[in-house]
C-alpha cells in the first residue's frame, strides 16, 4: 500500500454510525458530522460547531510516518490499521444493526464480542492521542511512560522481533510481523518507530496472536479488570430516522470514563449506547438490561439474559447529556449528527408535549 500522508486516526466506519442527518442516504464518501468543539473561558465558554467531511475528521499528517532502510521511501501502517478496522467494524455492526447484545455475554471463547469492544476501546483512546481535534490538556504526555520505555530497552526490542520466541516464530509470515520487522529496521529515529510499534503489537493482540510485549492486554486489564455493563441504551429510534430526536454524540477518544461517579459510556451510534462500571465486585454480567424509548424498534427479544424496559426520553436524554460532557469533559470535542439549531428544535417538541416525552417516570419492564 503506497504512503497515506492522511492518517485516520479515529475509524471511518465510527463516524458513519453519528453520520448527519442532512447526509443520510448519500454515498459513504460523501457523509459528514458535525463537530462541536468547545473552547473554555473564565466568563463564557466559545462553543465552535463545523459541518465536516467524515473523510477528513480526525486527521493526523504525517502520522506514524516511516522511511525505508533499503528504498528511502516513506511508509506507514494505513494498510494494518484498516485491516483492524475492518475486522471490528463486523462484530459492532452486529450490535449496531442486528441488536445481537446477548453476544457481549458470552465471555469464554477468544475472540469474544466483550472483548473486541474492549480492544476497541484501549487501541482508539491510544489513537485518540494524535487526533488533532482532540483538544485534552497534556495528551502528549500520556503515552510517554510506555514510549520512553521503549526508546530505553529498544535494542531488545528490536532482537525480539528480529529473532522471536517459538511460539510467536510460527506468525513472522503474516503480514503484521513483517512489518513489524520493517519497522525496526526503518532509518527513522527510535522514538518515531516505538509509536508505530506500540500499536502494531496491539493490532496483534487483538488478531489473537502471541506477541513479546501485550502492551493491549496489560492496558486492558489494567482498565477494564472488573467492568459490568449496567445498561444498553436505545434512543427509541432506528439507525436511519432524521425525525427530531435524541442522538449520542461520540468524541475523539471514543469512550467516557467518570472515576468519580463510576458512570461511563461507549456511544455505539447515534442512536446506541453502552453503559458500564468498573467497580464491578460480584463478577460479569449473567443478564443485560436493554431501554428504549420505543422497545418495538429494537430487534433483539427479551429473555433471561435479556431484560428489556421502556423508559421515558428525558430518561434517554439524561443519559446523552452525560455523554456529551465526558465527551467535552475529556477532549473539548464532540462529533455530532446534530448542529444547535436540530438540538433546540428537539427541546421544543419536548415543551410541547411533556406527556409524550416525559412518560413513563420510571422504567417499566416491557416484553418485546
Known amino acids: 500500500m503506497t504512503y497515506t500522508r492522511n492518517q485516520h486516526v479515529l475509524s471511518q466506519w465510527v463516524l458513519r454510525n453519528f453520520r448527519s442527518d442532512d447526509s443520510v442516504g448519500k454515498s459513504s464518501d460523501k457523509q459528514r458530522v458535525w463537530c462541536h468543539t468547545v473552547y473554555p473561558d473564565e466568563e463564557k465558554n466559545e462553543i465552535r460547531v463545523i459541518p465536516l ?143 508505530s510499534l506500540f500499536v502494531l503489537s496491539m493490532l496483534a493482540e487483538a488478531a489473537l496472536m502471541p506477541t513479546s510485549f501485550c502492551y493491549l492486554s496489560s492496558v486492558r486489564n489494567q482498565i477494564f479488570k472488573n467492568i459490568y455493563i449496567s445498561g444498553i441504551y436505545h434512543t427509541g429510534y432506528d439507525f436511519n430516522s432524521t425525525d427530531v430526536r435524541p442522538v449520542f454524540t461520540i468524541s475523539p477518544n471514543a469512550f467516557v470514563v467518570n ?54 426520553h428525558d430518561a434517554i436524554d439524561n443519559m446523552i447529556g452525560w455523554v456529551a460532557m465526558g465527551n467535552v469533559g475529556h477532549t473539548n470535542t464532540i462529533y455530532s449528527p446534530h448542529e444547535l439549531k436540530d438540538v433546540e428544535a428537539y427541546l421544543q417538541l419536548q415543551e410541547d408535549n411533556e406527556e409524550f416525552y416525559y412518560t413513563p417516570r420510571h422504567p417499566q419492564p416491557i416484553k418485546v
Do not use: W
Open 53 to 195: 467531511p467524515i473523510s477528513s475528521v480526525a486527521i493526523a499528517k504525517n502520522c506514524f510516518m516511516l522511511i525505508d532502510q533499503e528504498t528511502d521511501e516513506k511508509f506507514d501502517i494505513e494498510n494494518e490499521l484498516s485491516e483492524y478496522e475492518m475486522k471490528t467494524s463486523i462484530s459492532f455492526n452486529e450490535l449496531i444493526q442486528k441488536h445481537k447484545f446477548q453476544k457481549l455475554l458470552d465471555v469464554t471463547s477468544r475472540g469474544n464480542t466483550l472483548e473486541i469492544m474492549l480492544n476497541f476501546m484501549v487501541i482508539q483512546m491510544v489513537l485518540g492521542f494524535y487526533n488533532p481535534q482532540n483538544k485534552m490538556e497534556g495528551k502528549d504526555e500520556v503515552l510517554s511512560p510506555f514510549l520512553d520505555e521503549m526508546v530505553e530497552s529498544f535494542d531488545s526490542i528490536k532482537e525480539q522481533i528480529i529473532n522471536p520466541s517459538k511460539d510467536v516464530k510460527v506468525y513472522c509470515n503474516q503480514h503484521l510481523f513483517k512489518k513489524m520487522i520493517k519497522v525496526v529496521n526503518s532509518k527513522s529515529e527510535i522514538i518515531e518507530k516505538c509509536k
Open 259 to 312: 472515576p468519580n461517579n463510576d458512570l461511563n459510556f461507549l456511544p455505539l451510534a447515534h442512536n446506541l449506547c453502552v453503559s458500564f462500571s468498573l467497580k464491578g465486585v460480584n463478577g460479569y454480567n449473567s443478564h443485560l438490561k436493554i431501554y428504549s424509548a420505543n422497545p418495538e424498534k429494537l430487534r433483539c427479544r427479551t429473555s433471561k439474559r435479556l431484560h428489556t424496559y421502556k423508559v421515558s
